[in-house]
């Protein structure tokens, strides 16, 4: 099927070291959002991307769409305890009618 | 603005019973999506309803099933439970066409002993 692959599925990290978490696919993307879900909580929207080579920065996060549309990443620049949570991509289709999340990354931050 | 509503909260139900979730979009979204997420197997897909009809299911069996009415809130049934049913069930909603951003709301956490 049309997976989306997710790594690492964990990470553990000490505040204010970097975390990134990748997003790989079998087959191109039309376009892919990211979503965080604390702990106990719910999905939140974090971003789109849509064009091949796509980098969008919001404050300390960088999001990467690959120049194939086969890949996503994000990138957290010096994590804080905030960062907590699981980040999910999910590929868009059927006209951006159906998500299809990646299976996750939980991100744990230390003091 | 109110964001998505869902209830209840949380549902406990033994095997073989009939469990029904609500959930109420934010004002003026017409799609409503249904996922289920249980422990360590992610978000799943399970039923999207807009314009009070069904337009696309994931791959679950036929007792999960829903409706959704004239104001657009919506239900999901799930018949003769099983205990891999336990999961916490979301709702997500959004506008009908071109902004493809989900707005979930806080989830029904389903249980069955």
């Known amino acids: 099927g049309q997976q989306v692959m997710q790594i690492p599925q964990y990470q553990h990290v000490q505040e204010g070291e970097d975390f990134t978490t990748y997003c790989n696919s079998s087959?191109?993307?039309?376009?892919i959002q990211w979503y965080k879900q604390r702990p106990g909580g719910h999905p939140v929207f974090l971003i789109q991307l849509v064009k091949s080579g796509e980098v969008k920065k919001q404050k300390r996060l960088t999001f990467q769409f690959g120049e194939a549309k086969k890949n996503s990443s994000l990138h957290i620049t010096a994590t804080q305890t905030t960062d907590v949570g699981t980040y999910f991509c999910a590929r868009v289709t059927g006209g951006g009618n159906k998500l299809t999340f990646g299976t996750g990354t939980q991100l744990k931050v230390e003091l | 603005e109110a964001g998505v509503t869902q209830s209840p909260t949380h549902l406990i139900k033994t095997r073989g019973q009939q469990a029904t979730l609500r959930c109420s979009p934010i004002?003026?979204?017409?799609?409503v999506y249904w996922y289920q997420q249980a422990l360590g197997l992610g978000l799943q897909f399970l039923l999207w309803?807009?314009?009070?009809?069904?337009?696309n299911r994931g791959n679950f069996p036929p007792r999960f099933s829903g409706r959704q009415f004239p104001n657009y809130s919506s239900e999901l049934n799930v018949n003769a439970l099983e205990l891999e049913d336990s999961a916490l069930y979301l709702c997500?909603?959004?506008?009908?066409?071109?902004?493809?951003?989900?707005?979930f709301g806080p989830g029904t956490r389903l249980t069955v002993l």
């Open positions: 087959t191109t993307l039309s376009n």
């Open positions: 309803y807009d314009e009070g009809e069904e337009r």
């Open positions: 997500a909603t959004r506008y009908q066409t071109g902004y493809n951003e989900q707005f």
């Open positions: 004002s003026g979204h017409t799609s």
